[in-house]
């Protein structure tokens, strides 16, 4: 009988199709049973399979069963750089950056995934080009790590500048045991091999002798065998340092070897050994020590600790991914890794491959492709029926060829895993059904029997120990070339862009985050002041560490009045001095007077006349009847009442150290307390004070102003006359009204040294301390007495008071210039080394400064200077246009000017136009978003009775790597939320208890951090949406099979 090529497609694609059917219901068949077995006593019917295709069918004969008695072949360790061997092969480490994804405009999807798959392909280049190595062997490991609480300790510890007794004792009694318990955060390790270690190992003759009894004896390794590895470690870690990376430790690897073994129970995030010498075998085996019992489905693990409550057993199985269709659409915002985040148990991932470079693939991919192209040819040559199969094929080798023809690129074999563990097995089931779920119709997870303690083996950093075990002995036959991982269900091929598009990378994480460079360690996380909103991960942050990292000196804190913006102001200002930063606050509003006050003296803030003691300067005076509870936090606060000064204190001249200087301080105040009209008389007065400094070299003050100009006013005085003498009409009425307007400000002046604020300028002490800001770790600039203005007022419409208090912090913080630009490196007693003091300025309701443009100059000074001198801003106020401002040319539809504040904190806004405006401050690229999208996202930025998610306390942090994410602040004490009280009605039972100055009388509340970490739960923000239009491929494995 005689077949058409028609019939034989037909035939062909029928067949085709009924081995999928067939598959799938094998699948589905084996997903049915969950028989018991033991390592090595039972194998799945894959695994028969697998052996009758390395072998030639023969009779059914018993098997002889063995244990697999391995031991786990970790050889050495060591740090600086990271590397370790396992068996032969050689390894090196690093932790990937993390990026956020709220607030995300469609342009920074973009950004992103060519952002993340960058460090991959500059790896594949760095190994081509420098080892000519065109493959690059990878395993990317993707766990939710605990918080080292003891490593944290340390490098905070560590690089304060000279912390209090009662702040250490905090950190040490209350805050390392109580974010000791707080949600594990993602991380992705890349573990990358480095080659072979093909010298035999040499034994210790100690060890030798010592080890005997144990039959483990320790390896010594040659320095000149080492140091070929050690370079080239130390090339790929700079490599993806540049990518933001960080290198990894031997404490890294210790936990990702415990945690492999240990399922759903915690595993403490640190060695517990403080070892400096490297790690040899000896140690490995002292943490993997497993007692792992392995069935069908899962492997059980028992409870190290059986009387924590958590069980007996641990169920853990690995899942393997396999994607149905070669050709997969690609939706960004729905990615598969980011997804993973919302499973009710933490999920971790593996996934070995190898990068092959560009190169090699170009010519392992055309032989391929021409065959295609031959077949067709022959295909249209003889008429063939069409193909689907074929034409998919086709059609994605000329998309390949023409690629390889522009620019060739690399190529990613690899296979992923999946992991999860829960405490019953039903639990198991349950969460396996939810991810296949989550996967949708794109791909399959297969529980493969038989071979879960393989799988969960292959978790392990490092080369896989080949099994000495099962069917035939095969060995290294057990393992795939590519991956070096279980050869289970083949390798992928695909694009690098899979590598990005999973969005592994995807986490709320936002705050302080230790990077390297060149090798060296840069920055330290600070303080945990809250906990992203999502999943409760800790959040810290400390406005020093971005300067240490090359970062701007400033950090912007805004929103409404009661959002929460004053607690976590008062929280870092507390916390920073404490630690040893010298804090300045400008506080018009007292919060920051009253935050000491009570931190200082207790309950006694409610007592009757207590604040009158604290206007006349007495309070912890002797013979006061209000003495500090705390005395060495009073002791280190110095509290600068502008409105209880004395005349002259802030006198330009007594504040700065020359004439030019003290003119330049005098002009500015004039400027700012009167009227454009009345600068042309009082540039007379300066001309004749300079006259006079000129002939006579005695330096003025301004309280003399009206003297100057009353020299002036005689002057024209007399000419006034001789004019009216000489009938000059017309000069003479000119000179009268010049007299007039002079003898205006003359008035002016004299009455301006009276007045509360403005005596401390234009009035006058003799032998008046002059105002200093000291070297306390609190100075405290306040207003009492005056009413600020409105934020929405010009300046033209303030109050004259409202103008004196202006200029009068304005003459303060030059004061603080001064202090800034002369600063020389002082001895810090912790560090035991002299360096420069880290200052910060804090300014509340900073429109009242930025309003005029002396106030934006001096801000910026300090902003564009103050990281190479460790002095940072913290700006606080209530909308983003107050940031706007600082912009010396200041358009109204200018951005925020937020160069120099790489970290922001943005509280719930009252309307959509302000709201819109914050959103910018966030993310500055949405300003290309459409108006819908824009309207979307900031909305968020409400209240939740406006339909936002702005809660009290919560705020959304743009961090200084760029990461934004939505988080709950927490002040930890109670303490310190008394203190931080802002309403008149509830301060007074806030802080009708007094305090204590034992760190362990203090009282944690656990509350906030309880309520967010239970589960990780994850959030869309904003519209879903297709991003890309790219496509993870797995074509070229596809080309590579072999054409119909």
């Excluded at 905090?170 to 270690?197: C, M, N």
Aim: net charge negative; glycine share 8%.
């Amino acid at each position: 009988m005689t077949t058409t090529t028609a019939d034989q497609d037909k035939a062909k694609n029928k067949a085709f199709e009924d081995s999928k059917a067939r598959a799938r219901e094998a699948r589905n068949a084996r997903n049915k049973h969950e028989n018991e077995s033991s390592l090595g006593e039972k194998v799945s019917d894959w695994w028969d399979k697998k052996v009758a295709s390395k072998k030639k069918k023969k009779e059914a004969k018993p098997r002889k069963r063995r244990q697999d008695k391995r031991r786990i072949d970790y050889r050495y360790a060591q740090d600086d750089p990271f590397l370790f061997i396992k068996g032969k092969s050689v390894w090196t480490g690093v932790i990937l950056n993390t990026t956020s994804d709220d607030f995300t405009s469609y342009a920074k999807e973009l950004s992103l995934a060519n952002t993340n798959v960058g460090p991959w392909r500059a790896l594949s280049i760095h190994f081509a080009n420098q080892h000519n190595d065109s493959r690059v062997q990878y395993h990317l490991v993707t766990r939710f790590v605990p918080l080292d609480v003891s490593r944290w300790r340390d490098q905070y510890v560590n690089n304060m500048w000279n912390p209090t007794e009662l702040f250490k004792g905090l950190v040490d009694e209350k805050v390392v045991p109580h974010i000791a318990e707080s949600t594990p955060e993602r991380r992705q390790y890349l573990l990358i091999r480095l080659g072979d270690f093909k010298v035999k190992g040499r034994k210790d003759p100690i060890s030798a002798v010592l080890g005997t009894t144990a039959a483990v004896t320790e390896e010594i390794f040659d320095q000149r065998d080492l140091a070929p590895f050690r370079e080239k470690a130390r090339g790929v870690q700079m490599l993806m340092e540049s990518h933001g990376a960080t290198a990894m430790e031997r404490a890294d690897l210790a936990w990702l070897i415990r945690k492999a073994l240990m399922g759903h129970y915690p595993v403490e995030n640190g060695t517990g050994v403080s070892r400096t010498r490297p790690w040899r075998g000896g140690y490995f085996d002292e943490i993997v020590n497993s007692g792992l019992e392995v069935f069908d489905n899962y492997v059980r693990i028992p409870n190290p600790t059986p009387n924590n409550g958590m069980g007996e057993y641990s169920y853990t199985t690995t899942l393997t991914i396999n994607y149905i269709s070669p050709v997969i659409h690609y939706n960004y915002s729905n990615a598969w890794g980011k997804k993973l985040r919302s499973m009710p148990r933490p999920v971790d991932v593996s996934w070995r491959g190898t990068i092959i470079s560009a190169d090699e693939w170009k010519a392992l991919s055309k032989p391929d492709i021409g065959r295609l192209e031959d077949e067709a040819k022959e295909r249209d040559k003889v008429g063939a029926a069409p193909s689907l199969a074929f034409d998919q094929k086709y059609e994605t080798a000329v998309g390949l060829k023409q690629k390889n023809e522009i620019q060739a690129q690399p190529v990613l074999v690899s296979q992923q895993r999946i992991t999860l563990s829960a405490p019953s097995p039903d639990e198991l089931n349950s969460v396996v059904g939810e991810l296949q779920g989550l996967f949708g119709d794109d791909a399959t997870l297969e529980r493969t029997k038989g071979v879960q303690g393989y799988l969960l083996e292959e978790q392990l950093p490092g080369d896989m120990t080949p099994p000495r075990v099962g069917p035939g002995g095969l060995g290294r036959n057990f393992l795939n070339k590519f991956t070096n991982g279980v050869d289970v269900d083949g390798e992928r091929w695909t694009d690098l862009e899979a590598l990005a598009f999973a969005r592994l990378d995807s986490s709320p994480s936002v705050g302080d985050d230790v990077r390297t460079k060149g090798g060296r360690m840069q920055g330290w996380r600070g303080w945990p002041i809250g906990y992203t909103l999502s999943n409760g991960a800790v959040v810290h942050f400390d406005p020093i560490v971005q300067m240490t990292k090359n970062s701007g000196a400033g950090t912007i804190i805004i929103g409404s009045s009661g959002g929460g913006k004053t607690s976590l102001s008062l929280l870092l200002f507390f916390v920073e001095s404490e630690a040893g930063v010298q804090c300045i606050a400008i506080d018009p509003k007292d919060d920051f007077q009253n935050f000491v006050y009570y931190l200082s003296f207790g309950d006694q803030v409610r007592e009757d006349g207590f604040m009158e003691a604290a206007r006349d300067g007495s309070l912890g005076m002797p013979g006061s009847p209000f003495q500090p509870v705390l005395p060495e936090f009073w002791e280190e606060t110095s509290m600068i009442h502008l409105g209880n000064g004395t005349p002259g204190m802030l006198d330009p001249w007594a504040i700065t150290n020359d004439y030019n200087s003290g003119e330049t301080a005098a002009r500015e105040i004039v400027k700012l307390v009167f009227d454009e009209r009345d600068q042309d008389a009082l540039d007379k007065a300066f001309q004749a004070m300079r006259k006079r400094y000129s002939e006579t070299g005695r330096i003025p003050r301004l309280a003399e102003m009206p003297s100057y100009l009353g020299e002036e006013i005689e002057r024209l005085d007399r000419m006034e006359h001789e004019a009216e003498a000489s009938k000059e009409a017309q000069a003479f009425l000119a000179l009268r009204d010049a007299v007039a307007a002079m003898r205006r400000v003359q008035g002016a002046l004299e009455r301006a040294a009276y007045r509360q604020f403005g005596k401390l300028m234009f009035g006058h002490t003799p032998n008046a301390e002059t105002f200093e800001i000291g070297r306390r770790r609190r100075v405290i600039i306040t207003l009492i007495g005056l009413s600020i203005p409105d934020d929405k007022s010009p300046v033209e419409e303030w109050t004259e008071d409202q103008r004196d208090a202006a200029a009068a912090l304005l003459s303060a913080i030059r004061q603080l210039k001064e202090v800034f630009s002369l600063s020389k490196d002082e001895y810090s007693p912790h560090l035991d080394r002299k360096g420069a003091r880290p200052r910060l300025l804090f300014v509340d309701e900073a429109y009242f400064i930025t309003a005029f443009k002396a106030g934006r100059s001096m801000l910026n000074v300090f902003l564009r200077q103050g990281r190479s001198r460790f002095f940072g801003v913290v700006f606080i106020s209530q909308q983003a246009k107050d940031v706007n401002v600082l912009s010396d040319e200041k358009r109204d539809d200018d951005e925020a000017e937020t160069n120099q504040f790489p970290t922001k904190f943005v509280f719930r806004q009252m309307g959509s136009s302000e709201a819109r405006d914050a959103l910018k401050l966030l993310r500055s690229s949405l300003a290309d978003e459409d108006s819908e999208a824009m309207s979307d996202l900031s909305a968020q930025l409400l209240r939740p009775e406006d339909g936002g998610q702005m809660e009290a306390g919560v705020c959304v942090m743009s961090d200084a790597d760029g990461r934004t994410s939505m988080l709950r602040v927490d002040r930890l004490f109670r303490e310190l939320v008394a203190a931080a009280e802002t309403n008149p009605g509830a301060r007074s039972d806030a802080q009708s208890v007094s305090l204590s100055a034992v760190p362990s009388d203090w009282q944690i509340d656990n509350s906030t951090r309880d309520a967010l970490r239970t589960g990780v739960i994850a959030t869309e923000k904003g519209e879903v949406r297709e991003a890309l239009t790219r496509y993870e491929y797995d074509e070229f494995q596809y080309i590579m099979d072999g054409a119909e």
